[in-house]
């Protein structure tokens, strides 16, 4: 049997559907995708993609510190946006919260994501 342990953060948004806002399973830990959802409020933020993109990756930070670890933890990071206009934004963003060597990575332009977000990221962790 497998010891499986269901991460949570309060300082996170609650999940929105069916699933745990992250899984730990030996040293590795999967966040669910995280959209720029205010933790308080369950609503969007307001903002342009650098805003969202914040809210995203503080939303992951919270996660991440729930499980004991940090963004620099992240082995793997998968950026979902609907618009790869934003790419070099949503870059920037991510430069603010993890630090070198950066993680393996992979963006890509979907047709939506849930609540009309712009963003979506979610994170594999090594502790």
């Known amino acids: 049997m497998i010891n499986r342990a269901v ?9 929105i559907g069916p699933y745990s806002q992250a899984v730990k399973v ?19 933020v307001e903002g342009d993609i650098t805003a969202q993109a914040q809210q995203v990756f503080r939303n ?4 991440a510190a729930a499980a004991g ?26 430069a603010e919260f ?15 994501l849930p609540k009309g977000a712009d963003i979506e990221v979610e994170v594999i962790m090594a502790l």
């Open 60 to 63: 992951l930070a919270a996660v």
């Open 69 to 94: 670890g940090t963004l620099n933890d992240a082995v793997k990071v998968n950026i979902s946006l609907t618009d790869l206009g934003d790419f070099t934004a949503v870059n920037s963003v991510m």
């Open 98 to 112: 993890f630090e070198e060597p950066y993680p393996a990575r992979a963006c890509v332009q979907v047709a939506a």
């Open 7 to 15: 991460i949570s953060s309060a300082d996170a948004p609650e999940a």
């Open 26 to 44: 030996g040293n590795t830990v999967w966040l669910s995708g995280q959209i720029p959802l205010d933790p308080g409020t369950m609503t969007l």
